[in-house]
């Protein structure tokens, strides 16, 4: 069993400001974390994933994740924010033997305010 | 390519009424899952497929139906709707294998039952 939790529901920020979302996950076996985003009334989009080697991961738009596994944690920061990228963030975990079959987090709201 | 298509992109049932919301993909991925979003609740994994001929459940999947005759469909089943099954729907679909895994969403069917 995996479970992904998504320690703030809402993260406001100022343009410009950096931010960091926070997903811890818990699995009995080896496993892939993904970040995605979505924009409104979208479909969800990769951000960016860990499935093995350098611990800290880049992505997309300008944000970055690490991976520590003593911590089980995979937090998403970005170093300077935009307006645009106000979304929902979600944390997903898979085992490493079936990508189909992912947890998600209920999602981080990011806001960035002018 | 499309990547992953879905139809309709809207729908309003009636309870006990019957529908099939249809998804395909042109990427040749193995692996295609069925989610549902819910306000505050991330997504959750109704149904997934490894392949054609080859279906699971997942955390949410009473009242659902799905099959897969084909690599490239996988349509989902609502047997007899009900107001608990409004919600938002995603199909997704992926590949196993090294540098991949992430999965690719369609747009999403809103579904509101009456």
């Known amino acids: 069993a995996q479970s992904v939790t998504q320690l703030d529901s809402q993260v406001p920020v100022f343009e410009e400001a950096p931010v960091e979302l926070r997903c811890n996950y818990s699995?009995?076996?080896?496993?892939?974390l993904f970040w995605y985003v979505q924009y409104p009334n979208q479909g969800l989009q990769l951000l960016l994933k860990?499935?093995?080697?350098?611990?800290l991961v880049k992505g997309i738009n300008g944000f970055e994740a690490e991976f520590n596994k003593s911590q089980t944690s995979f937090h998403l920061r970005k170093p300077s924010v935009h307006i645009s990228d106000t979304a929902e963030y979600f944390c997903?975990?898979?085992?490493?033997?079936?990508?189909?079959?992912?947890?998600f987090g209920d999602g981080t709201t990011l806001t960035v305010k002018p | 390519n499309a990547g992953v298509t879905q139809t309709p992109k809207f729908q309003v049932l009636k309870t006990g009424q019957s529908m099939t919301l249809q998804c395909a993909q042109d990427?040749?991925?193995?692996?295609m899952s069925w989610y549902r979003q819910d306000p505050g609740m991330g997504l959750r994994l109704i149904h997934y497929?490894?392949?054609?001929?080859?279906?699971d459940q997942g955390e949410v999947p009473n009242g659902y139906n799905v099959s897969r005759s084909t690599t490239e469909d996988f349509p989902l089943r609502l047997l007899s709707a009900a107001p608990s099954q409004t919600s938002v729907y995603f199909c997704?679909?992926?590949?196993?294998?090294?540098?991949?895994?992430?999965?690719?969403f369609g747009p999403g069917t809103r579904l509101t039952v009456l």
């Open positions: 997704a679909s992926s590949t196993p294998g090294q540098g991949n895994n992430e999965q690719f």
């Open positions: 699995s009995s076996v080896s496993v892939y």
């Open positions: 860990y499935l093995s080697g350098s611990t």
């Open positions: 997903a975990v898979s085992g490493n033997t079936n990508a189909g079959k992912s947890t």
């Open positions: 990427m040749n991925h193995e692996y």
């Open positions: 497929s490894v392949g054609a001929g080859i279906t």
